[in-house]
């Protein structure tokens, strides 16, 4: 045995990322997405608001332009990813064992499916589908 | 004269000074809104369903939202919205290793706050003099 200054084993030092095994991925997706949710959060009310109106027409009109679409669909997704990042952390924190593992499978299954419906609703509207 | 005691003069590790008000409970509440706009952005997909699928589910989504309790859930989400938005920039401060002296983190603290209350009030009057039901 070599003398080892620093409490790691040498496979751990060479591989770096210790007991975590992940390293920061989790930590930098939550900050990369809110500051994107911090973008399109603020776009999403405002343009909203200028809106002025909540009746069908108005709001097909809204989605019907291109860059309203994008912005929305990229929201929804951001919004999706960013909550389901969240939400797993507070699982991680309450819960122990098996169905911590099931309860976190659960939630990316429902953020995945509802994230995707969300942004197919937007492109339905986009692509002038609803009848 | 008081005798050194190393386990009252050994630092505590982080988690263990959000005990007292302000900073565990904005800290709490950053947990509850973002959970809240989980269920947020349920609503907010259903509502964009209901508008893809036509004129008919689209009404009836009308009819939900217009509802009171409805109604009750998006003032507070409004103020979820709001202070999750600004204290998550307080996050991203602290992330950059500034603004952790006592007093600045105090007092961004209570700008958050208020600063949530006064932009959720903002939004909730927008949206009550624009569509009606918001």
Redesign the interface.
Known sequence: MTSNTQLRSPLGAALGLGAAKSGVKHWWAQRVTAVALTLLGIWFVVSLALVGSFELAAITQWIGNLCNATLLALFIAALAYHSQLGVQVVIEDYVQGALKTILIVLSNFLHVAVGALGVVSVLRIAFGVAA | MVKSNPSLTRPLSPFMHYDKWPAMFLSILH?IT??A??AG??L??YW??A?????QS??RA?TV?ACWPVQLILIGLAFS?CYH?LN??R??VW?AGKGFDLKVARASGLAVLLGAVAFAAL?VA??CM????A
Do not use: E
């Not at chain 2, 508008?51 to 004129?55: C, E, P, Q, V």
């Open positions: 947990r973002g959970l706009m989980t952005a349920l907010l997909v964009l369903t508008a893809a699928m036509g004129a689209y009404a009308q939202f919205f938005l998550g920039i996050h991203l992330d939004i927008v949206f624009r569509g009606g039901a």
